[in-house]
């Protein structure tokens, strides 16, 4: 019987990814991509309830997270930084990268203080390619 694709089959060596948005076509996108080729490493999870993410890549024990600031409640500045802190807090080993919009001004601006701060790992732009995501992904 296959899994879901949202769920992915644990190999050896898998790393288990979060992706965190309320965007299901890019979630199901990132995770069937990444459940047709094993030899990324990464066993995906869609975590498509931003306000329940960080008990769920708690209870999962997530290594990285994608976090798409495009879509969903994490809009402010505020509730960004406080969302990127209970990561760090919960689950601590966790990578962070961020999806934002190229013409957010106010999102960049975010994402570069949280990386100063340390409250994540990297931001690349939404519109970006998928080779240049996983290249990321790859260098955290």
């Given at each position: 019987m296959m899994q879901p694709p949202y769920?992915?089959?644990?190999?050896?060596?898998?790393?288990?990814?979060?992706?965190?948005?309320?965007?299901?076509?890019?979630a199901q996108s990132l995770s069937i991509h990444f459940n047709n080729n094993p030899d990324f490493g990464y066993e995906p999870y869609q975590l498509l309830n931003p306000r329940q993410a960080v008990l769920?890549?708690?209870?999962?024990?997530?290594?990285?997270?994608?976090?798409?600031?495009?879509?969903?409640?994490?809009?402010s500045a505020a509730q960004l930084l406080e969302f990127c802190g209970q990561m760090r807090e919960k689950v601590p080993g966790c990578k962070m990268l961020l999806l934002v919009s190229q013409d957010d001004k106010t999102g960049q601006g975010t994402a570069m203080g949280a990386k100063r701060r340390m409250l994540i790992d990297g931001y690349i732009f939404s519109d970006t390619s998928l080779d240049y995501l996983l290249a990321k992904l790859s260098a955290l």
């Amino acid at each position: 019987m296959m899994q879901p694709p949202y769920w992915g089959a644990k190999g050896p060596g898998m790393q288990k990814i979060g992706i965190i948005t309320i965007n299901k076509v890019l979630a199901q996108s990132l995770s069937i991509h990444f459940n047709n080729n094993p030899d990324f490493g990464y066993e995906p999870y869609q975590l498509l309830n931003p306000r329940q993410a960080v008990l769920d890549a708690e209870v999962i024990g997530i290594d990285l997270a994608v976090v798409d600031v495009v879509d969903g409640p994490l809009k402010s500045a505020a509730q960004l930084l406080e969302f990127c802190g209970q990561m760090r807090e919960k689950v601590p080993g966790c990578k962070m990268l961020l999806l934002v919009s190229q013409d957010d001004k106010t999102g960049q601006g975010t994402a570069m203080g949280a990386k100063r701060r340390m409250l994540i790992d990297g931001y690349i732009f939404s519109d970006t390619s998928l080779d240049y995501l996983l290249a990321k992904l790859s260098a955290l």
